[in-house]
């Protein structure tokens, strides 16, 4: 009889470890915003691009935003005019980041990740990725941030 709680708690703790691990849940958008454009590494650049067939830059982020439900500009300069302004000292996870690479104006865009890392559209022949803020070429170019959601 002393067998049975024991043996009882040995199939339920058998039970809890067979389940498989659930990776948490985003805890606000901006970490939804996050994990979506994440989950977009390695698909293909195109130009004009907006859908999971393939991406520009503020194609991503327009994406991103409408599995959301939430609706921005489709270019990085209409993006950068309509967002809501947000210290670079203060950017979250789900964040855009805008830079001017080749003009006067912004021209590109991407989404924070959080740790100091971005993913976004580079250019023709090269995938969507993940990249450093650090790097020389990002810290030269970053003009600004800004979030469309709300922080909690």
Known sequence: ???????????LLAGC???????????????ALAARAAALIGTPYQFGGADAGGFDCSGLTHYVHAALGIAIPRTAAGQQRSVAPVPLQKIFPGDLLFFRIAGPGVDHVGVYLGGGRFVHAPRAGVAVRSARLSERFYVEHLVSAGRFWRAP
């Open 1 to 11: 009889m002393r067998a049975a709680p024991l043996l009882a708690a040995a199939l």
């Open 17 to 31: 470890a067979a389940r498989p691990a659930r990776p948490p849940a985003p805890a606000g958008p901006g970490e």
